[in-house]
Every structure is written in structure tokens, then in C-alpha cells.
């Protein structure tokens, strides 16, 4: 007789055999299914014949005002742009190199033997350096995990330029406080001197109006942002200020401490310092002049839909400058150099409620998900005077693994949690986790300790999320990943080293980075670079009722569309779901041909097609097979 044997699209990775039967595949590499049947993925073809320097981290692909194709790249050690085909370093000047791979974590009893103090936080970074990007119009934006904003105006010639805070310390002036540290001693200080229109001469009670120690011509920047900082000690009595440009910040009447002022300056020649009132007894220490652009300590950045301007997610506070893992600040709009929050301007911050650092960001056309290591938050656009953004927990219990480890497709959110589950959110709605047949098998052999590494990306031809990830079976590096075909609820895996990778865009494809630096066209041709893709494909089993029947398989009329390269037919058979094995074949399938015999005899039988060829194409119809139901043996 003969039968057509019918198998369900997708992997089934946490069953047997037995148990999938005809519901599906049991093995799979470099094979997607789409429209219900399986097929080889698409190739791929090197973009440029340079390689990166450093493990790729962070990919973007976007356009400049002359519709000319960039792609960013960002390593563990470097900042590339491939323009034209050819790549350029645009590493900002004096950025170190981060972590190539995760040491473990923070505290006693990760990374090195014997490093940390028990139950102590790592002062050191602990984690893979990723990237995350964001174009601004044209130009690139650009963060290395707890960095600051670098910004690349597309000039090929030029490096990243950071849009960070820059701090100016003036002289330590400790040498000078003797309870007269604002007396006119300070003429010696470089820049420095008392306000002669005050005439002052000591700060210990006797003066008869504010004392200002002041630097004037500093070398500010019209319209920029400024915060100045004055520590001071042995206050007596009366208040201290900073001044900057006109203004004066809140007096303290504290023993000791800092006073801060932010000001815009005006000219290039305001006025900045710290100012005694009459009765002021006391020492001013170190004065500083920081600059206030982006945050100098980042984990994330996007630049919303139709916002023109970059938000920065797990930063340093304003106030205080100190690092705050949940919190998230935003510039003015259209300006790139001005983070000060005022009442005059759009740029604000927010400190999600809870705890849990923020790890990563996605933009919908709706608004933003922000996932911190345990929850999943929308972010909306309000544009209220007092308010410009609303925040709104959508769940907990969800939060992502790795900061590269979701993506958004058509409106909602795909990503990978900590404990390695797969999640789904539309915007604004309920999260939802992914019942998955291949879950259990990516937790058992995912390197948690390098699961910053973990990559996701749609592949939108194909209506696919893929996820890249460090299988521990092959060491600390992405070599694997799993993918999920969302008409069919399919999931595929495979074996396929890629740091970084990122649906085509506003690119022509998909690219891909491999550990080895080289970047990739993907779904193009069919072939891996010039080389043979090797694939395969393994169904479940073949039963033919509960009686003791066995299968006879004489011969396949192969379906096959498009068939470029051999394929190879192997009959697996079994007599018990536990019992021994024997493997019929191989029988090739020649492109056109109409018919192969063959002999193979079982109880249980499964079917593996695979193949290693340049060009290569496989798309199975139905599996026609030649078969006799024999007695019982």
C-alpha cells in the first residue's frame, strides 16, 4: 500500500519519541517550519571581509539622510559602523574594555576563587559588556552596559563622542581652610578670587555682607548645563551656597557637607563658586564644575517613536549623581545636551517603585517595555506639563535574563526570564508565559552564569523569535538557539554561533555576528557563506496500532520543492519504545528523482531526512512511503 505520513510542524525536545509520535519532530538543526511544513533556513552571506575585534554584543541596523544602509556593532571591547560595506573603529577615545565573559555575579562565592567579602557586593564589574543603541535621527546612540551615552554624527573619519556628565576639580582647598577659607588667601588658587565688590576679608563672623570665592572666564559653554558642587567642613556658624551664572542653590547650615546649583550658562564667562553669607565660620574643601549631559552610568537607552530624545534606563540620579539601578532619565526635546530636569523643559525622571535593577528596554509604536531582573513595565507618553511619561507594572515574576534577550514583533513583547522560560506581552497588557515543548531541554544545558550573552530577534519574513544562547554542552559562548513560528505555535532549534543578531530593519536582511568577528547577511542564498549548510530533521515515531503489526517500508516518492543539494533518507526501527535500534540507510534523494526502494522493517519506525551541501534547498511536501502492515512477529 501506499501512505502519505503526516507529522505536526514544530520541535517536541521534552518528550519521547513514543510520546510525539505523529505530533511532531523530535530533532531538528538549521530546519524551520513554515506554512506547516519544515524547510532549511535561508543562508548567509559576509557582509564585509573585515572582522570585529572582541565579542559582539549589540547590533543595529539604520539609515542616514542620504538613505545610505549603517549597521552599528558594539564588542565587548569596540564600537564599529559598517558604512557602504566597509567597517570603520568608532570606539570613543579612552573607552576601556569590558568583560569578553561573565564571572559569575556579584559577592563572596563568584568569579575568581576566593575574590569578594562574604555576602558583600562585587565592586568590580561581574558581567559580559553589551551594547545598547538607538538612532536619533541619522545619528547613532550608543551605551556599553554601565556606561554613559556616546553619540556618531556619521562622519567614517571621526570616533563616538560622549554626551556623558564631564567633572572639572578644582584645586583641593583644604590646604588653605583654617576657619578663613574664603579670605583672600584664595587669590593664590589659579582662576580664583573674593568678590571685590564686597570687599571681604575673612570668613569668621566679622564680615559685613556674603563672601563669594569665585572663578570667573572658566570656559563654560553658552546654553549648556551645569552643576556646581562645594564640600565644606567646619561650619560654625552662618550658611554656605554654591552660585553659578547669577544664582545661588540652597543655603546649608550643616556642620559639614556638599551644596550643589544647577544653572544654564549664559555666556562662556559666568561666574561660578561658593558663597559664605555675614555670619558664616567655616572651611570650603574641594570645589567642583560638572557638566550635566547623559548620565555616566547607563545599562540602557531608546529614543521613543516620534520623541526626539534619548532616555536613559538604570543611571545615575540627578540629584546626587549616584548610580540607581531602577532609575530612568530623560533629555529636553531636541536637545541632546540638556538633562536638567526643570519646569521650563521636557527632561524629567522616574524611580520605579520595588527592587530588582533595570536590565532592559524595547520600543512599540505604543510605548516602551522595560524589564527589570523580575517585572515586566510599560512606559506611555502623557506630554502632560507636570508629567511626561506614565509607568504601570504590567507583572511580576517575568523579568528578563540578559539584556539582548527580548525583542518586539507586531506589538508585543517576546523574551527570555532568568529561569529560562519564554514569555509574550502585548503592549500594555498581561504577561504570559510560553508553553513550550523545547523549555526544559534549553534550561538543563543554558550557561546561567553567561546568560547576559542570550540574543533574541524576530526574523519578520518568516513571522519568527528567535533566541541565541551560551549552551553550556559547547562551552561559555552562543552556540545554539531555539526559534518560535507564531502562525503554527512551532518551535525549531539548531546549532548556530551568533553573539548578536537583529532582524533586517532597515536593512535588505537579517545580520548576524559569529564569535569569531564576521558579520553576516542571513536568509540569503543558500549556502553558509560559499560553505555547505548542514541540516537535519528527525520526526517522531511511527506506530501502527497496539497490536504487535509490523511496518514494512519498501520504498519514498519524494515532495520536495526546490530541492538544490543531495538529501539523505535514513528508516530508524524498533521493535519496543525502550528496545534497540537499527538504522536503514542511507538512501539518497537526488534532486528529481521520483523514486527510491528500499527495505525496512519494524513495529516503531521515525524517519530522518538531512543533508550538507552549497547551494542548499529543502522543503518537504508529504512523505510518501511504499509500506506493507505485516503480521506479528
Known sequence: MRAAL???????????????????????????????????????????????????????????????????????????????????????????????????????????????????????????????FAPYGQTLLATPSGGTVYQWANDTSAAAVSLGATTEVEDDFSAYADNTALDAVWTRGTGWSMDAANDQVDCDGSQSGDSDLKRASYGLTAGKWYRVEADFSNRSAGSISAFGGGNAGTASTAASGTVTLQFRAANASADVGARGDT??????????????????????????????????????????????????????????????????????????????????VKESAYGAFIWTTNEIWFQEYLGAPDQTYQFTRLGTNCGLIGPNACVVFEGSAFWMSPDGGFWTCPAGGVPTRISTPVEQTVRANLAFVQQAKVYASSVSQFREIWFFYPDSRDGNENSRYVSFQLDDAAW???????????????????????????????????????????????????????????????????????QQGLARLEIITKAYPQGDETTHGPYDLTVSRDKVDFRATGRIARVKLYGSAAPCRFRLGRINMDMTVRGRR
Open 6 to 132: 503526516e507529522f505536526a510542524p514544530g520541535l517536541v525536545l521534552d518528550d519521547t519519541g513514543f510520546k510525539v509520535r505523529q505530533g511532531g519532530w523530535t530533532a531538528v538543526n538549521k530546519v524551520r517550519f513554515y506554512r506547516g511544513r519544515p524547510q532549511v533556513i535561508g543562508g548567509w552571506e559576509a557582509i564585509t571581509s573585515s572582522t570585529l575585534t572582541g565579542k559582539c554584543r549589540g547590533i543595529l541596523p539604520w539609515r542616514d539622510n542620504n538613505d545610505r544602509l549603517n549597521i552599528a556593532l558594539g564588542t565587548h571591547s569596540n564600537l564599529y559602523a559598517i558604512v557602504g560595506g566597509d567597517l570603520f573603529d568608532i570606539t570613543p577615545s579612552g573607552l576601556a574594555a569590558g568583560l569578553e565573559d561573565s564571572t559569575g555575579g556579584q559577592g563572596y562565592g563568584t568569579g575568581a576563587y576566593s575574590t569578594g567579602t562574604y555576602s558583600s557586593p562585587s565592586t568590580a564589574d561581574y558581567v559580559a559588556r553589551t551594547w545598547s
Open 279 to 360: 555670619d558664616f565660620v567655616g572651611s570650603v574643601d574641594e570645589i567642583r564644575i560638572v557638566e550635566l549631559n547623559a548620565p555616566d552610568e547607563v545599562q540602557a537607552i531608546s529614543v521613543p517613536m516620534n520623541r526626539r530624545h534619548v532616555i536613559a534606563y538604570g543611571c545615575s540620579e540627578e540629584a546626587t549623581n549616584t548610580f540607581n539601578p531602577r532609575a530612568i532619565r530623560w533629555c529636553d526635546f531636541e536637545d541632546l545636551n540638556a538633562w536638567a530636569s526643570l519646569s521650563s523643559n521636557n527632561a524629567g525622571e522616574y524611580v520605579l517603585e520595588g527592587s530588582g535593577a533595570i536590565i532592559g
Open 492 to 562: 525549531s532549534a539548531g546549532e548556530l554561533a551568533r553573539t548578536a543578531f537583529c532582524d533586517a530593519g532597515a536593512g535588505p536582511s537579517p545580520v548576524g555576528v559569529d564569535g569569531g568577528g564576521n558579520v553576516y547577511y542571513h536568509e540569503r542564498g543558500a549556502s553558509a557563506n560559499g560553505d555547505s549548510i548542514d541540516w537535519s530533521a528527525e520526526s517522531g515515531d511511527v506506530y501502527v496500532d497496539e497490536s504487535d503489526h509490523h511496518l514494512m517500508f519498501r520504498g519514498i516518492r519524494p515532495d520536495v520543492e526546490d
